[in-house]
């Protein structure tokens, strides 16, 4: 049996994923999903982008972390996967583990809303990887270090098999960056087929801090609403990791 409070923080986290989700939320292609790579490190993607051979196929994995086997499970789907990460250990990780894909890129940079550096903040644990532009941790400032960001906008342009793609998917674990980015994407020249973002500025807030959750429900909703003007359409949630497939894409 889990204890109280982990029981607790369970229920209000689903309590709040269901809020925000609440009138946005479509069920009717689930059974068109299929979730790729590890028990910790998997995501959902449409069958259809599996199997169907597109000319070019390319993938956008911000946020590498040590678990690459979504990565590698896309390469072997027959995507060209760009992996972006500020740590260098995480570079050499992915680079070490999928060095046999000639269809993979990495590039040592954090995604942003601009390209340029960034301040990070340490994980609380030191051996997790979890840097943070927004501190989701409120670990001290001492720890601080600077990283290279990019902007899609400039990612597209070193990468111009973004541009020339017949399908191409975004997914963003940027711990707690993705508010500014989402916002970025609503005014971005290019469309993705299917988005995946785990939405950390909901998920990593302190227990009691009622007002600050429900101001973040409201972000998160009206995000949501953004997308949908703009041809997004949520049709899957995995705790706090958000799926969305363009309207005028038929999976």
């Known amino acids: 049996m889990?204890?109280?409070?982990?029981l607790l923080v369970e229920i209000q986290n689903w309590i709040t994923v269901q809020i925000t989700i609440f009138g946005f939320y479509s069920k009717s292609s689930q059974d068109e999903l299929l979730r790729l790579g590890s028990d910790y490190g998997g995501w959902w993607l449409p069958k259809a982008a599996v199997s169907n051979n597109h000319s070019l196929k390319v993938a956008i994995s911000a946020g590498l972390g040590?678990?690459?086997?979504?990565?590698?499970a896309l390469l072997q789907s027959g995507f060209e996967v760009i992996g972006l990460d500020p740590l260098e250990e995480c570079i050499d990780h992915a680079n070490s583990s999928l060095q046999g894909f000639d269809g993979f890129s990495s590039l040592r940079k954090g995604l942003w809303k601009t390209t340029g550096v960034q301040n990070f903040f340490p994980p609380k644990i030191s051996t997790h990887d979890s840097w943070s532009i927004k501190n989701i941790q409120n670990s001290s400032a001492s720890g601080v270090k600077s990283f290279e960001v990019i902007s899609l906008e400039d990612l597209f342009g070193i990468y111009p098999k973004l541009k020339e793609s017949d399908y191409r998917i975004l997914k963003m674990d940027i711990e707690g960056s993705e508010l500014e980015v989402m916002q970025s994407l609503l005014t971005f020249n290019y469309k993705f087929d299917f988005i995946g973002i785990e939405i950390d500025f909901l998920s990593l807030i302190p227990f009691l801090q009622i007002r600050n959750r429900v101001e973040m429900i409201r972000n998160a909703?009206?995000?949501?609403?953004d997308f949908n003007s703009?041809?997004?359409r949520l049709v899957?949630?995995?705790?706090?990791?958000f799926f969305?497939?363009?309207?005028?894409?038929n999976i």
């Open 230 to 232: 703009i041809g997004y």
């Open 236 to 241: 899957k949630t995995e705790n706090f990791n």
């Open 221 to 225: 909703r009206s995000l949501l609403k």
């Open 244 to 249: 969305w497939i363009q309207t005028n894409y």
């Open 66 to 72: 040590f678990d690459v086997s979504f990565d590698k």
């Open 2 to 6: 889990l204890p109280i409070k982990q």
